[in-house]
């Protein structure tokens, strides 16, 4: 387990939404969403992100340091929308890089049929730390 804090995101700001629960779909894409971020042709919009870091707080100098993910994995059906997106420190602890894993770790679990979809997307909106401490480290 990596040393330090732990991210979450404010369930009022950022609750989790879901676009899909076809499972069929879902796993015929990619898990990996690499590639699909591009400064050229952000998935989420300049406008979006800045709403986003300032509903959190967080100043334009700061926000380096925050990596923006979907709480609900685009890979698992989540929706792009404000409501599912939040800001995860790229530091120390237990934040972006390890919720990255997850994210493609969870979908072959799902796709494998070793939980369900709906399972797998509730687990993420209520706490992606409990389903880290099953599948990530």
């Not at 300049?46 to 870091?53: E, T």
């Not at 989540?78 to 530091?91: D, Q």
């Not at 997307?121 to 401490?133: C, E, I, P, T």
Request: glycine share 8%; hydrophobic share 40%.
């Amino acid at each position: 387990m990596p040393l330090g804090p732990i991210a979450r995101p404010d369930p009022k700001l950022t609750p989790g939404v879901v676009s899909s629960t076809d499972v069929t779909t879902i796993c015929r894409q990619s898990k990996r969403t690499a590639g699909i971020f591009s400064a050229r042709s952000p998935l989420i919009s300049l406008s979006d992100q800045q709403a986003i870091f300032n509903e959190y707080h967080i100043p334009p100098l700061q926000a380096k340091h925050f990596g923006l993910d979907f709480l609900v994995p685009l890979q698992l059906g989540g929706a792009n929308t404000t409501a599912n997106i939040w800001p995860v420190p790229l530091s120390r602890g237990l934040g972006f890089h390890q919720k990255e894993v997850l994210n493609i770790r969870v979908h072959i679990v799902v796709c494998h049929g070793e939980m369900s979809i709906d399972q797998a997307q509730r687990a993420f909106s209520s706490d992606w730390v409990k389903l880290w401490v099953l599948y990530g480290g």
